[in-house]
């Protein structure tokens, strides 16, 4: 996992090397066009799956009569719900438990192999709920 140097620490290594600061104050502003480049092709996706699911259900819904698209949006509205509610919980329970296990003191081979299924957002979640105690 690559992390990124905020500016100070930048500036703070390589006080002395005014030509690794150039090098790495360039590599840092690449990987912020980079990223708000991933940033908008992303909310194009989105924006692609929301209208394809939209057109997808007028398309079903023109196609039936009521009494059927009505127990199918019913249907996909309960199957929606629950989807985003088991998921979540989950997700938060899975995570819950591989820190646990991770924090027991396992071997760095074990810890690399939990921390693929570790959601980072979850885990940052956790730990400022954590620190608010």
């Not at 039936?64 to 509205?77: N, R």
């Given at each position: 996992m690559k992390t990124r140097k905020s500016r100070k620490l930048i500036e703070h290594v390589a006080r002395n090397n005014p030509k690794l600061r150039e090098e790495e104050l360039k590599k840092q502003i690449k990987s912020k066009k980079i990223a708000k480049i991933k940033e908008i092709i992303g909310y194009i996706l989105i924006a692609c799956t929301v209208l394809g699911c939209n057109y997808i259900a007028i398309v079903i819904?023109?196609?039936?009569?009521?009494?059927?698209?009505?127990?199918?949006?019913?249907?996909?509205?309960?199957?929606?719900?629950?989807?985003?509610?088991?998921?979540?919980?989950?997700?938060?329970?899975?995570?819950?438990?591989?820190?646990?296990?991770?924090?027991?003191?396992?071997?760095?081979?074990?810890?690399?192999?939990?921390?693929?299924?570790?959601?980072?957002?979850?885990?940052?979640?956790?730990?400022?709920?954590?620190?608010?105690k």
């Open positions: 819904a023109a196609t039936t009569d009521k009494e059927q698209t009505t127990k199918w949006a019913i249907s996909f509205l309960i199957s929606l719900a629950q989807d985003m509610g088991t998921v979540q919980v989950m997700k938060v329970i899975v995570t819950v438990l591989l820190v646990r296990i991770i924090g027991r003191g396992q071997s760095k081979k074990v810890v690399k192999i939990l921390r693929l299924g570790l959601d980072p957002i979850v885990v940052r979640a956790l730990a400022m709920a954590s620190l608010r």
